[in-house]
T-cell receptor, first 111, second 113 residues
């Protein structure tokens, strides 16, 4: 079936450094790619998303890139801060009701 | 701001018990979802509903059922709880055609002993 692979599972960076999380999807019909952030004990929240007709999207310190040919998409966080520490989930959707999630990346930002 | 409320934050049940997990959203969203979150497996879709009294199976529906009698409320039912159903359960909702933009509840951590 369809799946989304996410790497790395754990990422530790120094405050101020950049962090990159990578995902690969299998269903070539996927056209919507959201990223969710889940802080400890809290609900997952959408932080950025991208559609398949766009190659890159930025929102302040976060950006997402999409390579449709390779079926890869990535989350980039620049100038990381301790409050960026959380679990990040990538996901892929074909526009229907089923969103396929990656396994998650636990990001630690060390002060 | 969309609010998705799950009735219990933590729940402890015994094997074989019937368990109800309740979810209410206050933004008049048409679509509601139940996910299960397990370490290393991400979020997996159990069931979803796109209208009152309508329900569709997700990727892991075995051992679960759902009920949607009112637009704002979506219930997950474990007919006979088993230890392998110990997990974090997340409810989500989304609006109409923007069905893929999910708003999540805070989750219910269910332990089945």
């Amino acid at each position: 079936g369809e799946n989304v692979e996410q790497h790395p599972s754990t990422l530790s960076v120094q405050e101020g450094d950049s962090a990159v999380i990578k995902c690969t999807y299998s269903d070539s019909a996927s056209n919507y790619f959201p990223w969710y952030k889940q802080e400890l004990g809290k609900r997952p929240q959408l932080i950025i998303d991208i559609r398949s007709n766009v190659g890159e999207k930025k929102d302040q310190r976060i950006a997402v890139t999409l390579n449709k040919t390779a079926k890869h998409f990535s989350l980039h966080i620049t100038e990381t801060q301790p409050e960026d520490s959380a679990v990040y989930f990538c996901a892929a959707s074909t526009g229907g009701f089923k969103t396929i999630f990656g396994a998650g990346t636990r990001l630690f930002v060390k002060a | 701001d969309v609010k998705v409320t799950q009735s219990s934050r933590y729940l402890v049940k015994r094997t074989g018990e019937k368990v109800f997990l309740e979810c209410v959203q206050d933004m008049d969203h048409e679509n509601m979802f139940w996910y299960r979150q397990d370490p290393g497996l991400g979020l997996r879709l159990i069931y979803f509903s796109y209208d009152v009294k309508m329900k569709e199976k997700g990727d892991i529906p075995e051992g679960y059922s759902v009920s949607r009698e009112k637009k704002e409320r979506f219930s997950l039912i474990l007919e006979s709880a088993s230890t392998n159903q110990t997990s974090m359960y997340l409810c989500a909702s989304s609006k109409g055609q923007r069905r893929e933009k999910l708003f999540f509840g805070s989750g219910t951590q269910l332990s089945v002993l």
